[in-house]
């Protein structure tokens, strides 16, 4: 069982991690299904494809949240954190087109599902 000591040890170590991840240039190491894996520094960020045949407004979403994800903020002023299921978290704004139920809505809208990596492809 972890202490608080130990949970606060982890959580600078992440952020120490995300901190030098920022400086570093992205490299596309690989693709899993519809996920690019781009690597900054220590950390790979998994972010979305944009296909060629994504409507105007998803393709947006996309890329505005590939963008979030890989310089830490967002234009809605969300931040990357480290945290959440799945060790790194993006606080977007209520509204933001980049967000999680945003994207499930305009997806939707095109009758489509989103796809999102579930928390326990994580779990050691
Ligand atoms: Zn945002």
């Given at each position: 069982?972890?202490?608080?000591?130990?949970?606060?040890?982890?959580a600078?170590?992440?952020?120490?991690?995300l901190?030098?991840?920022?400086?570093d240039?992205?490299?596309?190491?690989?693709?899993?299904?519809?996920?690019?894996?781009?690597?900054?520094?220590?950390?790979?960020?998994?972010v979305?494809?944009?296909?060629?045949d994504?409507?105007?407004?998803?393709?947006?979403?996309?890329?505005?949240r590939?963008?979030?994800?890989?310089?830490g903020?967002?234009?809605?002023?969300?931040?990357?954190?480290?945290?959440?299921?799945?060790?790194?978290?993006?606080?977007?704004?209520?509204?933001?087109?980049?967000?999680?139920?945003?994207?499930?809505?305009?997806?939707?809208?095109?009758?489509?599902?989103?796809?999102?990596?579930?928390?326990?492809?994580?779990?050691d």
């Amino acid at each position: 069982m972890s202490t608080a000591h130990d949970r606060r040890r982890k959580a600078q170590r992440a952020a120490a991690l995300l901190a030098g991840a920022a400086l570093d240039e992205p490299h596309l190491i690989g693709r899993l299904g519809e996920w690019d894996l781009i690597r900054k520094g220590r950390v790979v960020f998994a972010v979305p494809v944009i296909k060629d045949d994504f409507p105007p407004d998803l393709r947006a979403a996309y890329q505005r949240r590939r963008a979030a994800m890989l310089t830490g903020t967002c234009v809605c002023e969300g931040r990357l954190r480290p945290g959440g299921p799945y060790g790194l978290q993006m606080d977007h704004a209520a509204g933001c087109i980049a967000s999680d139920g945003s994207i499930a809505e305009i997806t939707a809208r095109h009758g489509g599902t989103t796809i999102m990596i579930p928390p326990s492809a994580f779990d050691d």
